[in-house]
């Protein structure tokens, strides 16, 4: 657990210098503004255990068996002004219609996944099913929290890794049976699967360009960048660093990802300010290492509201 809260302090350090202003522009299109590049400063974590203590309680508090809109009294006026804030900044909050919420009820509860490895680091099977196993259970770490609270229909979301977008085929060693192996670029030279398989760039849900067929469509990337300071998340997935992600397969909270998929489900940073009384959440950047109750009041905050707007 420390090693991944050292190396979000690492990463913040090289957070500037890596993700061009202009790069990738199209593909971090998203709902809100500014847009989520994210930074994880060390800033309330410490290595020592008594600091550990301290936040402890607010990480592992969780009453989440409410599941109907009234969370705790403590964090309701927080979760009001959270949303004041967002319907205020996003443009076109509610219009937008690629939140995660929109995807998981498009693909009726089953999720597909193209990783975009980028560089030239060969990846075993064994660790291609790691790193499925890894993403789906960060996805679904998400699911729990919104799992049967006003009428969410998906307690588990099927989540499973289609595709590889890599440099070179070769890169990917032992079996590929399974998978769809693209070498497609994007317009900055980067790795992803074909664009006619991708919701991003199908968001009517027609794949009938996609050459493997509609079932090897993806919903989501995870994108995984050697040395990425910080990372970024929208409709269209998540982007980490690829040693961070390769080096954490098994923690049970890889809370980058946590983070990065929160924008996925339309949560916003909180940079600039945080609502009064509370502090430690996975969407305050670097602040908890899981999904808290008051993340999860947050996601289920956007789930009542599209719910009653896209009349679901
Ligand atoms: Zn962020």
């Given amino acids: ?66 599941k109907t809109w009234n969370p705790p009294s403590n964090i309701a006026a927080a979760l009001d002004s ?78 499973n890794v289609v595709g590889w977008a890599v440099n070179d085929a070769s890169i990917l060693q032992g079996d590929v049976s399974k998978i769809d192996v693209y070498t497609d670029k994007d317009d900055g030279g980067v790795p992803q699967c074909a ?37 970024a998340g929208g409709d269209w997935g998540q982007r980490v660093a690829q040693e961070y992600f390769m080096e954490n397969l098994d923690l049970e909270n890889l809370h980058i990802v946590l983070h990065e998929l929160g924008h996925t489900f339309a949560l916003d940073d909180f940079y600039d300010w945080t609502p009064a009384g509370v502090t430690n959440f996975v969407m305050n950047a670097g602040s908890a290492t899981e999904i808290t109750e008051f993340d999860a009041w947050m996601a289920r905050d956007w789930w009542r509201h599209l719910k009653t707007q896209r009349g679901w």
């Fill in 1 to 66: 657990m420390k090693y991944s809260l050292a190396f979000s302090a690492i990463a913040a350090s090289a957070f500037a210098a890596t993700i061009p202003a202009d790069a990738h522009h199209h593909i971090q299109r998203r709902a809100a503004d500014p847009q989520p590049v994210c930074s994880f400063e060390n800033h309330t974590f410490k290595e020592d255990s008594s600091a550990w203590d301290s936040i402890s309680p607010a990480t592992s508090k969780r009453d989440l068996k409410v």
């Fill in 82 to 159: 959270v949303w004041d804030h967002e319907m205020k900044t996003y443009s076109n909050p509610l219009g937008f219609k690629n939140y995660g919420y929109d995807q998981v009820l498009a693909a009726k509860g089953k999720i597909n996944y193209c990783v975009r490895w980028e560089g030239n680091a060969k990846v075993t099977e064994a660790q291609r099913t790691k790193v499925e196993v890894a993403i789906r259970r960060a996805f679904n770490k998400w699911m729990a929290v919104l799992a049967g609270f006003e009428g969410w229909p998906y307690a588990t979301v099927d989540v």
């Fill in 195 to 231: 664009e006619s398989c991708g919701r991003f760039f199908n968001q009517d849900g027609n794949y009938a360009g996609c050459a493997k067929g509609a079932a090897r469509h993806y919903d989501q990337s995870i994108w995984l960048t050697p040395g990425l300071g910080g990372g």
